[in-house]
């Protein structure tokens, strides 16, 4: 499947996941409380940042921003009707700056590289009743699901264009609902049957 | 223990589908992004606790990167962005669905709706209007004037969560994990 890790390498693929995460954290929270010059220097090495990874990492990146362009406008609209845009401008660069640092961790950090983070963040858990290898097995079983329900999707919707003009819509919900959940009583036969979960 | 665990993949992986399915049309012209139609059906079909899970596995799975918010969206980005508050009341959303359909006993679309209302909108509600007063800078009034556009459809994406519920509860009632 398909992840929103970079294909293009950068410095920061070799940072180690905790060190780029841990940043983040501090960041974050930091853009709350910047105002003025400070946040335009926050904006400014952000951008240096993104930047360093090359042309095509840097491209890709203001493609992830896209999402918040609505906010942005929203936002701006609703100060230059009050007035005051430099309370949009301040908003506006918190956001973009903290999400932006975000989208370029994301970025830079391979899935499994997360996933390795979180299983080990998830070990205290364990005494809970959350063993690491269940935890690693429903990980997996969701990406392996959504393909299998798109399949059982494509499936019935073509079953229902044999039979209809019509657009299926909203009507085969349920016959993919049930399909799956029998898929999925099916794989759990299937795990009991090879030793259980864990 | 499996089927407890296959299940609840199964609906964290539904969340995503209904992000990725494009047009669920209900009324023409109105374009449903379903996604809290999954977050609903978690809760009702589930249960609580159950439902609490399949929701949390389906957020750190964005968080780790996945593009499995509609439209493609995923990353560390949109717990800092404008629909943190959202992200992080789903997983609330879908145990106070699932609670309602557990405690109140009466006939399973009735319990199924209120939880859906009560959870996929008052708890969501609840955690994401601070959630974008605090991003955009917004009193939490301004910020809920801002909600107020999504409560239409939120409002037949519950009646429709309501339906499922209902549908499941009689064609695979063993299914119906709220209610086992």
């Known amino acids: ?198 | 223990m499996e089927r407890n665990l296959t299940h609840i993949a199964l609906f964290a992986a539904l969340i995503a589908v209904l992000g990725l399915i494009p047009k669920i049309d209900l009324i023409s012209g109105v374009p449903i992004t379903a996604q809290s139609l999954g977050i609903m059906l978690c809760g009702t079909v589930l249960g609580a606790k159950r439902g609490f899970l399949a929701v949390v596995l389906f957020v750190v799975l964005v968080a780790a990167g996945l593009p499995l918010l509609s439209g493609g969206r995923g990353g560390i980005g949109l717990f800092v962005g404008p629909s943190a508050g959202y992200l992080i009341g789903f997983p609330f959303a879908a145990y106070v669905a699932g609670l309602v359909v557990e405690r109140w006993q009466v006939q399973v679309g009735v319990a199924a709706l209120a939880g859906a209302v009560l959870g996929g909108i008052g708890v969501l509600y609840a955690f994401g209007i601070p959630g974008m007063a605090l991003t955009l800078g917004k009193s939490l009034p301004e910020a809920a004037l801002l909600a107020t556009p999504f409560l239409a459809g939120d409002l037949i994406k519950a009646v429709l969560a309501a339906l499922v519920t209902q549908a499941i509860a009689q064609a695979r009632p063993g299914a119906l994990l709220s209610r086992a």
């Not at chain 1, 905790?18 to 105002?35: D, F, I, N, P, S």
């Not at chain 1, 009507?171 to 399909?179: E, G, S, T």
Request: hydrophobic share 65%.
């Open chain 1, 1 to 198: 499947m398909l992840t929103l890790t970079s294909p293009v390498r950068t410095w920061a693929h070799r940072v180690p996941a905790w060190v780029k995460l841990g940043a983040l954290c501090a960041w974050t929270l930091a853009m709350m409380r910047l105002e003025g010059i400070w946040l335009a220097g926050a904006v400014a090495l952000v951008l240096a940042l993104a930047a360093s990874g090359g042309r095509v990492f840097f491209a890709h990146w203001l493609g992830m921003l896209r999402p918040l362009w609505p906010f942005v406008a929203l936002v701006a609209l609703w100060h230059l009707w009050l007035g005051d845009l430099w309370v949009a401008l301040r908003v506006i660069a918190r956001l973009g700056a903290a999400v932006g640092l975000a989208n370029a961790v994301t970025m830079t950090t391979e899935l499994a590289e997360i996933l390795a983070l979180l299983t080990r963040l998830a070990r205290p858990l364990a005494r809970l009743g959350l063993k690491p290898q269940v935890l690693a097995l429903s990980v997996a079983l969701v990406i392996r699901f959504v393909p299998v329900m798109l399949l059982r999707y494509a499936q019935i919707a073509m079953a229902f264009a044999a039979r209809s003009p019509r657009r299926p819509g909203w009507r085969i919900l349920m016959p993919v609902l049930l399909a799956t959940l029998d898929d999925a009583d099916r794989v759990a036969e299937a795990l009991r049957a090879r030793g259980g979960a864990g």
